[in-house]
């Protein structure tokens, strides 16, 4: 491994001793919180709100971000559909899949600001992609990106598909 690439694993493993909860139950046992969360909006409300003020690119300020407006509709999405169970499925069945064989087809990465990501090397990209079209690490916007930082997200989707066009 590179240093960039065991700094980010020290990093990631780091982060883990406060947010390893998470991943835990996530990997292990996502329909038992499922259960209590479809059952108590409240709970559900909880969940979300904690996941949208720890992974944004909030610096402690949630309101910044997201209006109660925008976060009650996210909630209320969630409790109406009754889906946050569904949302929980990628982390356990990750670790459930046989490995993943390399993409191949052309990718673009932007590296969001989330404690987890923030210093992402690419060289773990490299390792699994073998045609990284664009690789951007703009220094805003965390895990919820696409509602955080929309222009921005907007911009790097149109240069990753400008740069599919035939010359």
């Not at 329909?31 to 559900?44: H, R």
């Not at 909880?46 to 720890?54: E, G, I, P, S, T």
Request: proline residues 7%; contains cysteine.
């Amino acid at each position: 491994m590179s240093p960039a690439e065991q700094a980010f694993l020290d990093a990631e493993a780091a982060y883990d001793q406060t947010d390893g909860g998470y991943s835990a139950i996530m990997g292990t046992r996502p329909d038992t919180i499922a259960a209590a969360l479809v059952d108590s909006p409240v709970g559900l409300a909880a969940w979300l709100v904690d996941k949208y003020r720890d992974w944004s690119d909030n610096h402690g300020d949630l309101e910044s971000r997201f209006d109660r407006d925008t976060l009650l509709t996210i909630i209320t999405l969630y409790w109406a559909s009754g889906t946050i169970g569904s949302s929980f499925r990628q982390y356990f069945d990750f670790n459930h899949n046989s490995p993943r064989p390399d993409i191949r087809v052309p990718a673009a990465f932007t590296v969001s600001t989330e404690p987890s990501m923030a210093n992402f090397p690419r060289e773990i990209t490299e390792r699994a992609c073998t045609d990284i079209r664009h690789w951007s690490k703009p220094g805003r916007g965390g895990h919820f990106m696409p509602l955080e930082e929309p222009d921005l997200l907007a911009g790097e989707l149109r240069q990753f598909f400008t740069s599919l066009r035939p010359n």
